[in-house]
């Protein structure tokens, strides 16, 4: 009994904390299908359910076009930072050559600079370069990652020499025993690391909002903003907007999540 006592507590637990999570998540969308005047009612479901607040934020706004500049931005970031620091790990994990560690510590050091002490030094060379309001001006901060660099470096240093020695051995070449062995083996990391990218940009706003100039050019996050003003907030508007916002996010993470758990299956290897 007592067994069966703990595994009730366990799930009862597990279903408590599933509830708080999915709760926010599903207010917000419930209160998408709200009219206005029922925003602030104590009714959880909505009383007259209506799709206005999802026509008015695709037909009447540039929501569309946010969206895009997002997922560009964000997906092209993620590319960059997947590809870049994945091949800066591997170089400074199994590459011997003079430097290596002071480059490293370099590399760490830089996790160090808060981002707002940043933000002058980037708007002066996106200024300078004319990349202000484009883009490229709005990815560029994010296209490496120190946090990418170590991450990587870590799983990479777990991967036995005698397998890439072989290898070279076969006559592979240092970037086909990157792309074609190493790679494979840390999709782990490249999971977990492309969710975060994915995330940290598709959630970017302080950046954005400084470089973008053009209402076209907005991002989903400072679109958000044109929702609330001197005369209140359009909770309504802002809930449907922000429903239609989580399905990349939703999608990327169910996708990584299945390569994290394949991932650990094909990383047993023993040196």
Do not use: C
């Amino acid at each position: 009994m007592r067994p069966e006592l703990g595994m009730v507590l366990l799930y009862g637990v597990l279903v408590t904390g599933a509830m708080i999570t999915v709760f926010p998540f599903a207010w917000m969308l419930l209160t998408s299908f709200k009219p206005f005047h029922e925003i602030f009612s104590l009714s959880f479901l909505p009383a007259e359910p209506t799709l206005e607040n999802y026509a008015q934020v695709l037909l009447h706004t540039d929501y569309v076009r946010w969206y895009a500049n997002s997922l560009i931005v964000a997906s092209a970031t993620t590319a960059s930072v997947l590809f870049w620091d994945s091949l800066v790990g591997y170089t400074l994990a199994k590459l011997r050559f003079p430097g290596r560690n002071i480059i490293f510590v370099l590399i760490l050091s830089t996790l160090m600079i808060p981002t707002e002490m940043l933000i002058i030094p980037w708007f002066v060379t996106s200024s300078e370069l004319g990349w202000v309001d484009t883009y490229w001006g709005i990815a560029f901060p994010g296209i490496m990652t120190g946090f990418g660099v170590f991450l990587m470096r870590q799983f990479f240093q777990t991967l036995p020499d005698d397998l890439l020695d072989a290898g070279r051995i076969d006559g592979i070449t240092e970037f086909g025993l990157f792309w074609r062995i190493a790679l494979p083996l840390v999709r782990p990391a490249l999971s977990a690391l492309g969710i975060f990218t994915f995330l940290g940009n598709w959630n970017a706003y302080l950046w954005p909002l400084i470089v973008i100039q053009s209402k076209a050019m907005r991002t989903l996050p400072v679109g958000f903003a044109l929702f609330s003003g001197e005369a209140g907030s359009e909770w309504n508007l802002i809930m449907a907007a922000a429903s239609m916002a989580i399905v990349p996010v939703l999608a990327v993470f169910a996708l990584f999540q299945r390569q994290i758990i394949e991932g650990v299956v094909l990383t047993g290897v023993k040196g």
